[in-house]
Structure formats: structure tokens, C-alpha cells
């Protein structure tokens, strides 16, 4: 699983970049990047416990995160403009998702009761098992 993170790593870190720096930049981005977003995610899901559906943080907010500061790094943007960027982006994020968050919320419960959870939704929620791991 470690090489098709890496993998994406790789492609998610090079997007933001991909116009500003050269074939030998693209590939020491996506080296680091691999490596990088790899870390990003045993912290996320071992040390600090957080479920990060498909590792969506880690590998591609990481890896965009790195890939732009990557742009000022090889010469081909401002450190102000990439990292006056990230801050747009991401108070813009962090603001957009609190809104839908809460507007979901009005129409649909945002959690299962604890013994849903307990449970699982594969069974409780679709009636089946996703994985049968008894077998």
C-alpha cells in the first residue's frame, strides 16, 4: 500500500508545480514527496489516531502544501506569493467546510448513535460485511 501512496504522493506534490519547474525538479518533488506523504500518514493514522479516510490529508494536502512551497524553493515564485497562497487556501478551506458542515447538519444527523458505531455500518447501516475477516 506504501508504493501506490507514494505513488499518488508523487502526483498530487508535482500538480501545484507541474508549470514552473523542469523534468529533474518534477522528480526530486515526487521522490520527497513519496516519502513525505508516507510520513504524514502513519503520523495522522498511528500517532495522532485521526481517521483520514484514504489518507486524503496526508497525501494530498501534504503533498499540494509541499509541492507549492516547492515552486519558491526552485526560483520559479515568490516565498510570499506561495506561502501567502497556502494561507488563502487554506482559511478559505477551513471557513467553506465549517459552513457546509453545519448546513449538512440542519438536513442530516452528522453521527450514528454508539451502538451503530460499536457495531459497524457495514452491518448495522447496509446489512452486510464489508470485510469478512472471520474466514
Not at 523542469?22 to 526530486?28: D, K, R, Y
Not at 515568490?78 to 440542519?106: E, N
Amino acid at each position: 500500500m506504501s508504493l501506490v501512496t507514494g505513488t499518488i504522493a508523487g502526483l498530487a506534490s508535482i500538480t501545484p508545480a507541474s508549470g514552473y519547474v523542469g523534468p529533474i525538479e518534477a522528480v526530486v518533488i515526487g521522490a520527497v514527496a513519496g516519502v513525505l506523504c508516507q510520513e504524514a500518514v502513519l503520523l495522522i493514522k498511528n500517532r495522532l489516531r485521526i481517521d483520514d479516510t484514504l489518507d486524503v490529508f496526508a497525501v494530498h494536502g501534504v503533498g499540494g502544501i509541499f509541492g507549492t512551497v516547492m515552486v519558491a524553493v526552485f526560483g520559479a515564485g515568490t516565498w510570499a506569493a506561495q506561502l501567502g497562497g497556502l494561507a488563502v487556501v487554506g482559511v478559505w478551506t477551513l471557513v467553506l467546510t465549517y459552513i457546509i458542515i453545519k448546513a449538512v447538519a440542519l438536513v442530516l444527523p452528522m453521527r450514528v448513535d454508539a451502538e451503530t458505531e460499536a457495531n459497524g455500518l457495514d452491518i448495522s447501516v447496509h446489512g452486510e460485511r464489508g470485510y469478512d475477516l472471520n474466514s
